[in-house]
Structures are given as structure tokens and as C-alpha cells.
């Protein structure tokens, strides 16, 4: 008997398999693991194991659940008494307390116990309750999730791989034994930019099918951090599209007026689930649409540029905000909203129909009702001049951010009646010269006529003058360069950065030229620094690094309730920006540490502060961020919305470091490059020395970065890698080799990481890369300049550059046709002791003697303008490829020119200007009455003003001048026959310098012809 009692003992401590009491409605749990994995709902140990079989605890379930169906995190609500606050499930449990879905006994939970399968049940058909129709499927129903486990019991203990098949179904709507993407099915790949929608094909569907050819689609709604789906996208009947419609491929709603529309500054690549169903509503499979979304390219279109004067102002053209709107996304601008500028550089002002108004970074500016954005006007600030840049973000009909965009006015200087000019500044901040100053002095001085300005440089007392300061192209000022009014580089990207501290005033000469490069006048710039004194307003704006955090500071907010209200700030609440460009946190880095909720009041003076709220920017944010922001007074009641401006990606920034090549060489990276630039400073703090550089790929068209170039090894630099400055890879295995046929100035962005891969700061490499001769080639042409009387080098890179343009191969040799002696000879070998004359019947060879780099163009002394040398260029064989040009700029000797006094007419916009030889010829005559001159050339106005012709008579004026053609006193062409004809829209001043000639081809003297415009 007692044997018989041990017996039962020990099979009643026996453990039952929970399959034993009942059995599944399914035959295996595939797919509801592979699910689970993909989605990164269900986590393992890092090395591929996810012990599907062992048992799950309630606070573990909770945490699969809220990842599943994404639902917002309230960590500041409170969890239950016996789920500790340093717990990792802790966060879940507050979140699903708050929502009503986990309720425990009211105070206690047990998330230390393993969950029933009934307890699961509840928790799932609780939560597909409240969850987002983007994460649960329609087909989803607790009897349905219910059904799956057959005639297992409801008390049986659930393991990951029930919890794992629950939230499947409530994902899917499918059994954890069917695919919810059927094998054999192809993906749908579409490709767009960041912004920009990108509309699906019914073809592409049907491409995709498998098995019987489904009648319909239904969609699983992406996170709005990532995008939307529409419906008829751009129209005036656009539409949400909802996860319960179905879109037919033959029928209403069409699927191909379906249409994704990616997050502002979202990039990266979107995977959406649809569901394909026959015409009875049968479930075929389920199927991917994959979406590679890449970040826009900016290309300084979508600028907006405006220009002003002291004491007026520039009202703004809503044509202008929808040009740049169809440049950047196929949506429809609704209304804007700006970040207006400081005080000491304007106001930005809107009229509401009664009153007007200042524009806040809260005030709604709509294209189509009131306020209107066509009443918003800039005015300058009484003594500021240089350039305001306004910040803007675009929002379409749905209130969805479209992009972010800037406003640029450039406002002219003070100009005196002597032409001098007034800029004033403040003490330690950057001012920015503007072309339309020097503009203006050149009408007062010489009527205008400006084409260039030369600086004398002001003494390192004062300050320094830089061009694109700021920016990875920074240079400072030469005496020598020439800064232009309408080609690189130019007045108004010149800045004078004051010495440190300096106030006061002084001047900077200059000398200002025409288009001839003839001096016109010296004139001066007359500096005056102030003080800095900041304005208080209500923009509040901060700058911080990609992947960066920057802190709030509660004054900002008090000072722009303030100066909004009147009245003292109480609290804030936020409203959170896209995941996809950063989040909010409160006491960021520290203990308690919490993402910010829309709910969350953050106090000016009490807890929590809002000085301890912090914004942390993610890779892919977008350069300017706008961060909604409601104000409470003292009493509780809501005072006035407003808005945070987060700059992006301005914060640390390395000087840059500098090579200059030639684009048939390349440049190997050195690590003291990077050791050297990270002891300069930035912002007065001196940067911190990084470990690894990580590099961004140059523009396609300028090169590319080879890591182990020409050697074992040789791979193309990868974005993912990080480069040591000490071991391996090294940065100085890194090599920019530049395209054959780029030159200019190639910038490579890089990213400098601490040992512990915290990013410092950011610096760019600018690589100046110059053709080996100073040449240039487009298609076949080959063009150099020379001076008469000298020499000129041919370089066998250009012949191979124009075959690869043209014929795709490099040419083996070839042949000249020669040019006419009055122009110029070919020689080989110039200047040695081997010179000979080339010949029309030798073969040069690009790699071979006779070499090709040894012909050398020798220009007549008396040649000027373009002589032009064809060639035969051959392959290998003796075949001809195709026949070239080279186009040999030729300068006449420089000797210098007096200038005489304008010549002053005026015309209406609808006749022709007969330009008068007797004015021209008595001008000369009153300059130098002994002057024998034989002819003139002029230098013709833009096209943009007008055109000059010549002809015998004003009707019969066709033949366009150009500047290389000299009129002649007594020949043909004759001075007597050339005329002027202004563009139809044109009026105002046009400049018209003219050059005057001697019989043997000397320069005598310079002039201009001032004709003014009339309607």
C-alpha cells in the first residue's frame, strides 16, 4: 500500500506538456517565428537562439505587445506597486496601464508569473481594440485568435511560440502555418526622394501575382514617421488611404491612383504589406511593396531670392513659393510658416484686411485665404545692409510638413553721392557685402558698367575679408583675385569677419573694372562696428549636430512669452516632431532620463524644468527642424502656440583641409591631415582629437574614393567604414581619384568619431583638381588659350579626354590639317634643339613616339581671337574615329589704355539705336586730336537689355556683334552701321565699353556708351 502511494506521489509532481491537454488549430508555427523575428518584435540572445519553447512571464508579454502594435510609451504614468521602476518591462506595463489594457488586481500586477493562454487572449483582444488600423489586420477578431488553439486548454501556460502565434494573427490575420507573404511572390521595388510621392502601377501588381490573378488589394497603413499612403494624390479630391478599402485593378479605387508619400527628411527604405484578394473576398497571399527613398538633392533653385534697399521694402510672391514646390515635391503648397529675422536685420509683417501685423514663427500664411501670404513684406532694419536669410516650411492641404526651405534678401547698402559706400556691422559677428552697393556706386561714379571689383586689403587690426565664410569652400580675400557682379566668384559671397572685439569704424579701398577688365574708378567701403546689442523676440531658435543633443533653455521661453503676451510663462507642453528627425527627451543623459509626451507640462520656474528638455537629432534629419510649442500663463490658461527652429548639422566643424591636383593624378589621404585640423578651433574651443573618420562619397560626376588604390586590395571607400587615424583600415590607405574629365573643386564630406564612436564634429576635404594643361574639352573640341607671339603645349589627355566623349575609346594617334601661317604654326618639339615643323602626313601618338604632348600651337605675333586646327583622330588599326577641333584662344598683347568720358544718349524701348560714329569719332578727336585711329570693337550688352547688330541699314541689322569683330572708319564693316535694339521688356541703363584701334592693331584708348531706356 505505502509503495502504491509513493507511486501516485510521484506521477502527481509529473509536468503535463501544455499540447497534451488539447491540440492546435494549426499544423506548425513557422511563419508566426520567421514574423515575429523580421519585425523585431520578439528579441534572442545575439547568436540566433529564441527559445520558442520556454515560458513567457506577464511583464515579457507585455513588452511584445506594445512592440507589435506600437503603442505611444507613457513612461511618466505610474505602474503598478510591485513592477520596479529599474525593470526593463516597467515602461510597457506604465504604458499599458494608462491605456486600460493591463489591469492586474489594481495595485498589483505579477509581471514575475508566467502568462495562461486566457490571459493572452485578453491582453491581445484588448489591444487590437485600441491599436492603430496600421497594426492590426481587419480579419483579426478574439474569436478568431481563439479558435487557433483548438482544444487546448485555456489555463495551459503559454510559451513564445503561442504568444508569438497570437500576435501574428493580430498582425496578419493568418495562422501561424500560413505565409503572410506567399513563397514565390516577388516583391514591388519603387524608388523616390525624400518629399517626393511616388505613384504605383496596377501592372506592377499584377507582375507580382501569384497563382489566379486577384481582383483586389488592401493595404497595411504605414508609421507616419516614415509616410502615408494616399488615394488620387495631388488632386483636388485626395484622400487617406484606409486599410479597410479595398483598390481594384479593374474598377473604383483604381490602384494605380494609389500613391506613397515619404516623411519630410524620412530616408531609408520602406517595406508595406498588402493583401491580394479575389472577387469572392477570398485571401490569394500576401505580398511587399519595397520603397527606396533617398535624400532630395538640393540644387539652389529651391532658394527664394529677393533683393532690397534701405528704407523700403520687398513683399513676397506666392508664385515664387510654388515654383520651388513643384521643384521639390508633387504636393500643393497650402500655407507656410517662417522663422522671422532678428530684430537688427528687419521685421517680417503680414496685412490681415484691417490692421498689419508682425509674422511670428506661429503666424499661418496661406496661398489661397486669409492672411494671405501675397500681404507678407520685409523691411529692413534701419542701419543694417548684407544679406537676411528667412527660414520657411511648407505644409500641403493636409497640414503635413511638405519640406523646409529659405528666403534670401539682399539688402544694399547706404551709397553716398561720392559712391561711397556705408555697411554697418556688429562687434564679433560676420557681415555680408551686397552686389546691387557696388552697383549702385558705379552708376554714381562712371554711370555704370561694373563688372569686377578688386579689394586693397584693410589691416589685420580691423578685421579680414573671406569668401563663402562659413562654409567648406571658405578662402580668404587676395588683393589680386577679381569678385564679380554675375559669375564665381562673386561680391556677394564676400564677408569682413571684424577682429576680434573691434568697434569703431574705418575703410577699405577698392578698384572696380568693366567687362574689358579696364579700371574704372577707386571707391571705398566705409565699415562702421557697433556693439552687439541682442533684441529680444520671439524666435527661438538652437543649433545642433546630426546624432547630437542640444538643450532648451527656459528663458528663451520666457522671454518670448514676453514680448508675444505681456503676460509671465507658466508651462509648456510640446508637440512631437518626427521620429524620423530626432526626439525629445527630459533629463537627456542623466538619471531619469524620459521622452517627452505631448501631454507632459514643463514648467518655467518647478518640476519637471523646462530647462532640463533636450532635442536629440537623428542621422537623417533634415537641415532645419520646426518643434510646435502651446504656453500656459501662471493660471493654467493657454496664452499662444509657438514654435522651437532646430538647425542641423551646424554645430563642430573642422577648417577645412585642402589638395590641389591635377585630374589625370589622384591624392592619397594623410592621418596627420585629420590630427592637424582637430587642434584647430571651432567657436573658440578647440575640437577634440577623433580615432576614426568615416567618409561620404563625393559627387558621382567629380571622382571617387578608393581604399589600397593601384594596389592588392583596391576597393571603392565605403560609407559604412570608419577609417583609424592609429591601426586598420588607416585613413591613409584612403585615395580621391578624380573623374578624367572633372575639374573644379570636389568637397568630401567626413565624420571624425572619438574611441568610444561618440561623433565629434564634421569637415570636409576640398579637392581643387585643375586639367593638366589648363585646357578644357567638350565633346570632340579641345580649347586653349595663348598670347600672340608665344606658345602653347598640346596634352595627349585631352585628345584622350575628347575620344572617350565622343567615341567611347581612346584614339591610338593622329593627324593635324595645318592652320593657316597668318594665325599661328604647329611645331614638334618647341624650343629644343630637335624642333621641327609638324606634318599633315605623320602620325602623334597619345602613348608612343612621335608623342603627341610634344606638338606644341606657336601663335602669330599679330594673331588674335579664336584659331581653330582640325584633326584626325585613328584607332589602332589605321581606322578613322572622327574628326576633332582645337580652338586656340588667341590674346593680343596687353598695353595700356586711357579712358575717356561717357558718352550719354537716350532712346525709347521700341525704336533702333543707330550708334552714332560722328559722337564717337569727335570724342576721340577731343581726347587726343593727333590719335590716327583705323577701327573699334565693342563689347556687346546682355541679352537681357538688348542686342547689337550691324547692317547697312536698321532693317536690314541682322548680323549679331560680338566682340572680336572690329567696325572700321573707312572699310567694311563700317563703324556707321552698327545698332542697338532693346529687349521688348527692357528699361533702364544700358553700358556699352568700346575699344579704339590703330591701323597696325594697337590699342589707343577705352570708352562707354551709356544709353538710357525709356518705355
Known amino acids: 500500500m505505502a509503495a502504491l502511494l509513493a507511486l501516485c506521489l510521484i506521477l502527481s509532481m509529473l509536468t503535463v506538456p501544455a499540447a497534451a491537454a488539447g491540440k492546435n488549430n494549426f499544423s506548425s508555427y513557422t511563419y508566426s517565428r520567421q514574423y515575429v523575428v523580421e519585425q523585431g518584435i520578439m528579441k534572442g540572445d545575439g547568436n540566433g537562439n529564441y527559445f520558442y519553447d520556454a515560458n513567457v512571464k506577464r511583464g515579457d508579454c507585455i513588452l511584445l505587445i506594445v512592440r507589435t502594435f506600437e503603442f505611444p510609451t507613457y513612461s511618466g504614468f505610474p505602474a503598478f506597486n510591485d513592477v520596479p521602476d529599474s525593470m526593463y518591462y516597467r515602461d510597457a506595463i506604465a504604458t499599458m496601464r494608462a491605456i486600460g ?31 492603430d488600423t496600421r497594426y492590426k489586420s481587419a480579419a483579426a477578431t478574439e474569436q478568431g485568435l481563439r479558435a487557433l488553439f483548438g482544444t487546448r486548454s485555456v489555463n495551459d501556460i503559454a510559451t513564445r511560440d503561442d504568444i508569438a502565434a497570437m500576435l501574428y494573427y493580430a498582425r496578419t490575420g493568418n495562422a501561424p502555418d500560413v505565409p503572410y507573404k506567399t513563397a514565390g511572390s516577388t516583391a514591388i521595388s519603387y524608388s523616390t526622394q525624400s ?151 528687419g521685421s517680417l509683417t503680414y496685412f490681415d484686411g484691417t490692421t498689419t501685423r508682425p509674422v511670428s514663427s506661429t503666424t499661418l ?46 539688402v544694399s547698402a547706404s551709397v553716398s553721392s561720392t559712391g561711397e559706400i556705408l555697411i554697418k556691422g556688429q562687434k564679433n559677428k560676420p557681415v555680408t557685402l551686397d552686389t546691387a552697393s557696388f552697383v549702385e556706386a558705379a552708376m554714381a561714379l562712371k ?11 584693410p589691416s589685420n587690426l580691423f578685421g579680414k575679408l573671406y569668401s563663402r565664410y562659413g562654409t567648406a569652400g571658405e578662402t580668404e580675400i587676395s588683393a589680386s583675385t577679381s569678385y564679380y557682379v554675375s559669375k564665381t566668384p562673386r561680391i556677394s559671397d564676400i564677408s569682413l569677419v571684424p577682429a576680434k572685439d573691434y568697434a569703431g569704424t574705418f575703410k577699405v579701398a577698392y578698384r572696380a573694372f568693366n567687362s574689358a577688365g579696364t579700371q574704372l574708378y577707386v571707391g571705398y567701403i566705409n565699415f562702421e562696428i557697433t556693439e552687439d546689442t541682442a533684441p529680444v523676440s520671439d524666435a527661438i531658435t538652437y543649433t545642433v549636430q546630426r546624432e547630437g543633443a542640444v538643450a532648451f533653455n527656459a528663458s528663451d521661453f520666457v522671454n518670448a512669452c514676453a514680448y508675444l503676451t505681456g503676460e509671465q510663462l507658466g508651462f509648456v507642453r510640446f508637440t512631437l516632431p518626427p521620429t524620423s528627425t530626432g526626439r525629445l527627451y527630459s533629463r537627456y543623459g542623466l538619471s531619469g532620463e524620459a521622452l517627452v509626451k505631448e501631454t507632459d507640462a514643463y514648467f518655467a520656474s518647478g518640476t519637471p524644468a523646462l530647462s532640463s528638455v533636450s532635442f536629440v537629432a537623428s542621422w537623417d534629419a533634415p537641415d532645419i527642424i520646426t518643434i510646435p510649442y502651446r504656453a500656459y500663463g501662471i493660471g493654467g490658461g493657454l496664452l499662444y502656440t509657438g514654435a522651437v527652429t532646430v538647425r542641423i548639422g551646424t554645430q563642430a566643424q573642422a577648417q577645412p583641409i585642402r589638395y590641389s591636383i591635377s585630374s589625370d593624378s589622384h591624392i592619397t589621404f594623410s592621418a596627420n591631415s585629420f590630427r ?42 565605403s560609407t559604412a567604414t570608419k577609417y583609424a587615424l592609429t591601426g586598420s583600415p588607416n585613413v591613409n590607405v584612403v585615395s580621391y581619384v578624380p573623374n578624367r574629365s572633372f575639374s573644379g573643386t570636389a568637397e568630401i564630406r567626413y565624420h571624425a568619431y ?43 589627355y585631352d585628345f584622350a579626354a575628347a575620344g ?83 580652338e586656340i584662344e588667341v590674346f593680343p598683347t596687353e598695353v595700356y589704355a586711357p579712358e575717356m568720358s561717357p558718352l550719354f544718349f537716350n532712346m525709347k524701348r521700341t525704336e533702333t539705336f543707330n550708334i552714332p560714329a560722328g559722337d564717337m569719332i569727335l570724342a576721340i578727336y577731343e581726347w587726343n586730336p593727333y590719335a590716327s585711329f583705323s577701327y573699334v570693337k565693342f563689347t556687346p550688352p546682355a541679352s537681357t537689355q538688348g542686342l547689337m547688330t550691324y547692317g547697312t541699314s536698321a532693317s536690314t541689322a541682322q548680323m549679331p556683334v560680338v566682340p572680336l569683330i572690329g567696325f572700321y572708319l573707312n572699310g567694311t564693316p563700317s ?31 577705352t570708352g562707354t556708351i551709356v544709353i538710357y531706356v525709356t518705355p
Open 447 to 457: 554711370g555704370g558698367g561694373l563688372d569686377s571689383i578688386k579689394f586693397y586689403l
Open 804 to 886: 572617350i566623349n565622343l567615341m567611347g575609346e581612346l584614339p591610338a594617334y593622329v593627324r593635324f590639317i595645318l592652320p593657316s601661317t597668318a594665325d599661328g604654326r604647329l611645331y614638334y618639339r618647341y624650343g629644343t634643339a630637335s624642333q621641327a615643323a609638324v606634318s599633315a602626313t605623320t602620325n602623334y601618338y597619345l602613348d608612343d613616339a612621335l608623342y603627341l604632348s610634344d606638338v606644341s600651337f606657336v601663335a602669330s605675333a599679330a594673331a588674335s581671337g579664336t584659331v581653330t586646327v582640325q584633326y584626325r583622330a585613328y584607332n589602332a588599326f589605321g581606322d578613322l574615329l572622327y574628326v576633332g577641333i582645337i
Open 754 to 796: 572619438s574611441s568610444t564612436n561618440e561623433l565629434l564634429y564634421t569637415g570636409t576635404i576640398s579637392v581643387t583638381v585643375t586639367r593638366p594643361s589648363g585646357s578644357s574639352v567638350t565633346g570632340s573640341t579641345i580649347y586653349y588659350t595663348a598670347n600672340a607671339g608665344s606658345a602653347v603645349a598640346f596634352n595627349s
Open 365 to 410: 500664411l496661406y496661398m489661397s485665404r486669409s492672411p494671405y501670404l501675397t500681404y507678407v513684406s520685409y523691411t529692413p532694419a534701419a542701419d543694417f545692409s548684407g544679406t537676411v536669410e528667412i527660414p520657411y516650411t511648407a505644409y500641403n492641404v493636409y497640414n503635413d510638413m511638405m519640406y523646409t526651405a529659405t528666403v534670401v534678401i539682399e
Open 101 to 131: 489594457i493591463a489591469r492586474g488586481d489594481g495595485t498589483n500586477f505579477f509581471p514575475e508569473r508566467n502568462i495562461t493562454l486566457e490571459e493572452g487572449f485578453l491582453l491581445v483582444s484588448r489591444s487590437l481594440e485600441l491599436a
Open 676 to 717: 592637424n585640423v582637430a587642434v584647430s578651433q571651432y567657436n573658440g574651443q578647440k575640437l577634440a582629437a577623433p580615432a576614426y573618420i568615416q567618409f561620404e562619397p563625393p559627387v558621382a560626376n567629380s571622382g571617387i574614393l578608393y581604399a589600397n588604390y593601384k594596389a592588392s586590395g583596391q576597393v571603392p571607400v
Open 975 to 1005: 563703324l556707321g552701321n552698327v545698332y542697338f535694339r532693346p529687349s521688348s521688356n527692357f528699361t533702364g541703363t544700358v553700358s556699352i565699353p568700346y575699344s579704339v584701334y590703330s591701323a597696325n592693331n594697337q590699342i589707343l584708348c
Open 195 to 345: 518629399g517626393k510621392a511616388v505613384s504605383f502601377s496596377a501592372s506592377d501588381f499584377i507582375a507580382a501575382a501569384v497563382g489566379p490573378m486577384p481582383a483586389y488589394v488592401r493595404f497595411t497603413l504605414p508609421s507616419t514617421s516614415v509616410g502615408r499612403l494616399y488615394y488620387r494624390y495631388g488632386t483636388a479630391s485626395s484622400e487617406a488611404v484606409t486599410a479597410a478599402t479595398a483598390y481594384y485593378f479593374s474598377g473604383t479605387p483604381d490602384i494605380s491612383r494609389v500613391s506613397f508619400l515619404p516623411a519630410t527628411g524620412f530616408v531609408g527604405t520602406v517595406t508595406l504589406s498588402y493583401t491580394a484578394h479575389d472577387s469572392k473576398g477570398e485571401l490569394l497571399y500576401t505580398g511587399e511593396i519595397k520603397i527606396t527613398v533617398t535624400k532630395a538633392q538640393q540644387t539652389g533653385e529651391e532658394t527664394i531670392r529677393y533683393s532690397a534697399k534701405n528704407g523700403s521694402s520687398v513683399t513676397f510672391n506666392p508664385e515664387d513659393f510654388r515654383a520651388v514646390a513643384s521643384l521639390i515635391s508633387v504636393d500643393t503648397i497650402s500655407f507656410v510658416r517662417f522663422t522671422p529675422p532678428a530684430g537688427v536685420q
